[in-house]
């Protein structure tokens, strides 16, 4: 069950990121830093304050509390990043310390207590609390690239075709595997995206 779990959370965190980057791959380089609002973030906002979250929580995971000393959460909302290389590498950077970590968790990781500002979790615990919270600001993310003024490419069912996805799903036999599998197999050569 435990090994399912870890297995199953990882697929989830990959699936999260896979639609991060499917929205950051649609919007041109000055969408990444618009923001609406004095009291809005932009995407390129949102994406340093993650990073920052993700190398403060996962590094020395088992050994250390997860608000690191060095961690500057208030600077992860200033709005200075300046080009996309620099929002991709923070992106690329925070995503690879949180799933390097998970995959080095063994099932007896589970129960053992960790610290996230001196407050106890499970290790179970402190990965369903990022689980909750990276796909909170993901989900602003796509929310905030869907309302760009580009040609939206649906990272999910495109409106109008419930209809015919679920014909396609149910003409399938039953069958047993996690669901963000079909999104992030590799693709085969030969195959239409």
Known sequence: MQKDYLKSVISQFEYYKLLGDKTLAQLPDEALFRQYNAESNSIATIIKHLWGNMLSRWTDFLTTDGEKEWRDRDGEFANDLQSRDDV???????????????RTLQEDDLAQIIYIRNQGHSVLE?????????????????????????????LSIPK???????????????????????????????SET
Request: charged share 25%; glycine share 8%; aromatic share 14%.
């Open 126 to 154: 402190a990965i369903n609390r990022q689980l909750a919270h990276y796909p909170y600001h993901i989900g602003q993310i796509v929310f905030i690239g869907k309302m760009m003024d580009t040609d939206w490419v649906s």
């Open 88 to 102: 991709i590498q923070k992106w690329q950077e925070g995503w690879s310390v949180l799933l390097g970590t998970l």
């Open 160 to 190: 109008g075709e419930s209809r015919q996805f679920n014909t396609d799903k149910f003409a399938k036999p039953k069958h047993r595997e996690h669901f963000t599998d079909e999104f992030l197999k590799p693709e085969q050569p030969g």
